[in-house]
């Protein structure tokens, strides 16, 4: 056989293969790893595109929609029964009701009253539909002369909480307002045991906005 004839032997018999001559035999394992690499090479490339980063105009906005405040109610109510009663030249609780028709909470801190000579009628019951003879809202013989406690001469004087009342929102609070009638001296005899319709107040002061709940019933005053 000829030198050129041995050498091709050599080649094709496969059992003289040096460093350089493996790229045509890979293992299955190098296989794989080679195409583990290649996925690495694609997830870090879009990783990176995530990470690029964008800009805002100025003036970009959207829009929202703030709530219409509704005024709350205040109204006269039998239960609790008042526990201190009025009699002539002192003072009783007044009991009432708070309701809130608004979508959010609301905060009183304060009262404004009437004038002091602005007065009560008085009624034989406690649902006020009957009144009294003798014991009506004037300033004469006949007027009661119940009226809110603290009052001035001035209407919507202002007159503080002791304690911050909120009625929840859509909700009704029930509060006893402590020694906040008061009875002059003059009251009529015919308003012994009479139930009395006090006058409306002139405003309250008031805040909305989250807030926490006064449980009902609640008990209050303002002292002066």
């Avoid at 870090?44 to 509704?70: C, D, F």
């Avoid at 309701?99 to 000579?117: K, M, Y």
């Avoid at 406690?149 to 304690?163: D, I, M, P, R, Y």
Wanted: hydrophobic share 35%.
């Amino acid at each position: 056989m000829s030198g050129t004839q041995q050498k091709d032997s050599a080649r094709g018999s496969g059992r003289h293969r040096g460093p350089g001559r493996g790229v045509r035999t890979w293992s299955l394992g190098a296989r794989i790893a080679s195409a583990t690499v290649g996925v690495v090479l694609v997830g870090t490339a879009s990783y990176a595109a995530t990470n690029w980063l964008v800009g805002l105009n100025s003036g970009s906005s959207a829009e929202s929609k703030a709530g219409t405040v509704t005024n709350l109610t205040i109204t006269a109510t039998a239960s609790p029964s008042p526990g201190n009663a009025l009699f002539p030249g002192g003072s009783g609780d007044v009991v009432a009701q708070i309701s809130n028709p608004n979508a959010f909470p609301v905060t009183i801190t304060g009262v404004n009253l009437p004038t002091s000579t602005t007065y009560a009628a008085g009624y034989s019951n406690s649902g006020l539909t009957t009144a009294v003879t003798g014991c009506d809202a004037t300033t004469g013989g006949t007027g009661s002369t119940v009226g809110w406690a603290f009052a001035t001469g001035t209407s919507g004087s202002a007159h503080t909480l002791t304690s911050p009342l909120t009625v929840a929102a859509g909700g009704t609070l029930t509060v006893t307002f402590t020694n906040d009638a008061a009875m002059g001296s003059s009251a009529p005899n015919a308003c012994q045991s009479a139930y009395f319709s006090m006058p409306s107040l002139t405003s309250i002061a008031a805040s909305a906005g989250q807030a926490t709940a006064t449980t009902s019933p609640a008990t209050d005053a303002w002292t002066s």
